[in-house]
C-alpha cells in the first residue's frame, strides 16, 4: 500500500505510516505549495492514498471517489501537536483493515472514523 501526506501533515506521521507500505510526504517532492488539484492528480498518478487534514478533499462534487486511489482525513483540534496528531492516527491505522481505504473517503477523528465509498 502506499501513501501520500499532503502538506498539511506533520512530516514526523512518516514514521507511522512506514509500518503499512511505502510512504511520500509533500516536502519529500517539493510540493510544499501544491494546489489540491496537484495535490489529488500526484496521488493518483502513483495510487496512493492521500493522507489530509484538508476537509475539502471530502467533499465528493469536488473529488469524486473514481478521481482518486483514497483519501484519509484528519478532523484533529488545530491546536493539537504532532505528537497529539500521530497517536490518533496509531491508534486509527491499528483499529482499521488497511484494505478498506482504497477508492474510499475515510475521516479520522478523536476515537472513531468513518469510511464512505
Do not use: W
Amino acid at each position: 500500500m502506499k501513501f501520500f501526506l499532503d502538506a498539511c501533515m506533520p512530516y514526523s506521521s512518516k514514521e507511522i505510516f512506514q509500518k503499512y507500505g511505502e510512504v511520500t510526504h509533500a516536502r519529500d517532492i517539493g510540493m510544499t505549495g501544491a494546489t489540491d488539484k496537484e495535490i489529488i492528480q500526484y496521488a493518483l498518478k502513483n495510487k496512493a492514498i492521500l493522507v489530509t487534514k484538508d476537509l475539502d478533499f471530502g467533499n465528493t462534487l469536488l473529488y469524486p471517489i473514481e478521481s482518486h486511489f483514497g483519501v484519509i482525513i484528519l478532523r484533529a483540534p488545530f491546536y493539537f501537536t504532532a505528537k497529539q496528531i500521530n497517536n490518533v492516527l496509531r491508534e486509527f491505522l491499528s483499529s482499521v483493515n488497511i484494505e478498506e481505504l482504497k477508492n474510499a473517503v475515510t475521516i479520522v477523528e478523536l476515537g472513531r472514523y468513518r469510511i464512505r465509498r
